[in-house]
């Protein structure tokens, strides 16, 4: 049996034998990168990529019909004023449905509908209610309809009819409550085809929809809903597994009513739209025609989806869509310990680079930087007529884009990778720099004639984080002692510091991952096997302690104006001088 201690800390310190894997904690590894539009590698990324654009645009060959679709994106920084994006680019149709009186160029100020991506907008009402609301709470305990269902049903089949007393409202907020996606959205009694002849048998009339099915029909009001969804079959138990649910935010939207005494409109305009800006932004066609854009087709710019309006039926613009995702990423109406906890995944999916959140589609990647480290993308997508839109939170660089379309639905993803691949590379090389001058360097203690000096030397490399080159406690060499501390003799340490997100005025808290290299040779490659992980980072951070003081505790002491002083490495107890000159 080994060491506790070896058990303990010694995952980090993992010999590899092939390529490098730095395993950074999960999140910032830098602070978010400043002044990003005027940096020369983002200016010079956003020319190229509106020279390509204009040139796909033009010559038919951007992998969607430009000729029908117009779109708006935009991607920026919290850290910047809303005027100075690092790009956006407007594209208008050249062929649109002006007889409905739209616009006939779209701006950051021209209305489209972003259908699913009011699903956020539903959460964020949720969350702002915390206390008056609970995602813990069934949801019997504020749909009454649901509640008589429950108490009616009782220990009834459960093939049969959902387990409402057992389904809460955050289980509706991360589609895990196991329902139905849709009421009559998409039910096959709207197709033109022959489908009694194709094997299916003749319906009833009680059993074909008389609302909400398509844009042929009226939206469907609070009764017309509860009586016929409550009649669908449940797809899983509560909690099982995730399936897509836009009838699980049609139900929050009621959710919300009873908490706030309000219609869902109003509540979302007086917490939300208003506190934010968003001033072109509702659950109606906007009061002038002129502020959307409408594609040609049947676009849905007309319908209205009436209580469905919590899960898709949101008009917005770019501006407006853009302080939404401002006001997350700022933690404007939310505190920021509310707002960590909600960009969170809640599920798995069968893919590896997926998961579920209240609302969210986390997509993960470790393609986006130089170090093939992972990101985690916080998108919604949406989808309503011919509107098409995606918003994307970047919570480790403080980022977002957004997108907006009306036309081929082709062109959200499109756009999309080309922005994100374009931009976040560069986005990570900008943070970079910015932590070398604002960190990097020598610190050290004052020389006394009867002491060993100590210091240690930060410089950033082609890894993540800010490495530590060397480290000199009383003229000891404390960083090539690591090995020796955690039985990984022989092999050469890289100790890297990360941000914590811990910061007062005048400091600023990080904390180091250690790992062990091979110094010659294949060397041993640790452990392997189903049940072993190389990258167990989250279990060892804190590890190593001396004097309940943790050896990867570091903070920084930043000065008026922003500039870093000194560095604090708490296990020594000593605070080491930058080296200004």
């Known amino acids: 049996m080994r060491p506790i201690l070896h058990t303990t800390v010694g995952f980090l310190l993992v010999c590899t034998s092939q390529a490098v894997h730095y395993c950074p904690p999960l999140g910032p590894v830098f602070d978010a990168p400043t002044a990003l539009s005027d940096d020369p590698s983002i200016r010079a990324a956003a020319f190229n990529l509106s020279a390509t654009l204009d040139h796909g645009l033009r010559n038919g060959t951007i992998g969607f019909n430009s000729s029908i679709t117009s779109f708006s994106l935009n991607l920026f920084s919290i850290h910047e004023a809303a005027d100075a994006p690092m790009f956006q680019y407007h594209h208008t149709a050249p062929l649109l449905n002006t007889s409905a009186g739209g616009t006939n160029k779209v701006d950051v100020d021209t209305v489209y509908r972003m259908g699913s991506i009011s699903k956020t907008v539903t959460v964020l009402e949720l969350l702002l209610h915390d206390g008056k609301v609970s995602f813990d709470d069934p949801v019997i305990k504020y749909v009454p309809e649901l509640a008589a269902i429950a108490a009616e049903s009782g220990t009834a089949n459960e093939i049969d009819g959902p387990s409402w007393a057992e389904i809460t409202v955050g289980a509706l907020t991360s589609h895990l409550a196991g329902i139905g ?67 699980a935010f049609w139900i929050l939207g009621y959710v919300i009513e009873t908490v706030t005494g309000k219609p869902y409109d109003q509540a979302v305009h007086d917490d939300i739209f208003a506190p934010l800006h968003m001033n072109r932004t509702s659950l109606t066609k906007p009061q002038e025609n002129s502020w959307g854009v409408v594609p040609i087709g ?110 081929d639905g082709d062109a959200v993803l499109t756009l999309a990778a080309a922005v994100l691949e374009q931009f976040l590379p560069l986005v990570d090389g900008v943070a970079k720099s910015q932590t070398e001058a604002l960190y990097g360097g020598k610190y050290s203690s004052p020389r006394a004639s009867n002491s060993s000096q100590s210091s240690i030397t930060l410089k950033v490399d082609a890894g993540p984080g800010l490495p530590v080159t ?7 060499d404390l960083l090539a002692q690591f090995s020796s501390f955690v039985g990984a003799e022989g092999n050469t340490p ?77 296990v020594v107890r000593q605070t080491l001088m930058k080296d200004l000159s």
């Open 181 to 247: 996606r849709e009421f009559a959205a998409g039910d096959l009694t709207a197709s033109d085809l022959p489908l009694t002849q194709l094997g299916l048998p003749a319906l009833a009339a009680s059993d074909v929809p008389t609302c909400g099915r398509d844009g042929s029909q009226t939206g469907c009001s609070r009764q017309e809903f509860f009586q016929g969804f409550t009649k669908r079959h449940p797809v899983y138990a509560p909690f099982a597994t995730p399936v897509y649910s836009n009838a």
């Open 298 to 407: 049947q676009s849905g710019w007309d319908y209205d989806i009436k209580g469905l309006g919590a899960a898709g039926g949101v008009f917005t613009s770019t501006n407006d869509l853009s302080n939404f995702c401002r006001g997350i990423l700022s933690s404007t109406l939310l505190s920021p310990a509310h707002t960590r906890r909600w960009l969170k995944p809640l599920a798995h999916t069968t893919s590896l680079r997926s998961s579920v959140g209240a609302s969210w589609e986390i997509i993960r990647s470790a393609s986006l930087t130089p170090d093939n480290r992972v990101i985690d993308l916080y998108t919604k997508s949406g989808d309503i007529g011919l509107y098409h839109s995606l918003m994307v939170l970047v919570p480790d660089f403080d980022i977002a884009l957004t997108i907006l379309t009306a036309g």
């Open 494 to 570: 890289d100790m890297r510091l990360y941000p914590t997100g811990l910061i007062t005025k005048t400091e600023r808290a990080f904390r180091a991952v250690i790992r062990a290299f091979p110094t010659s040779g294949t060397g041993a490659a640790g452990e392997s096997g189903l049940l072993s992980d190389p990258c167990i980072t989250w279990f060892s951070i804190d590890g190593l302690r001396y004097g309940l003081i943790a050896v990867d505790d570091f903070v920084f002491t930043v000065a008026e104006g922003g500039k870093v002083t000194a560095v604090e490495p708490r």
């Open 470 to 476: 060397q480290w000199l406690s009383d003229g000891n």
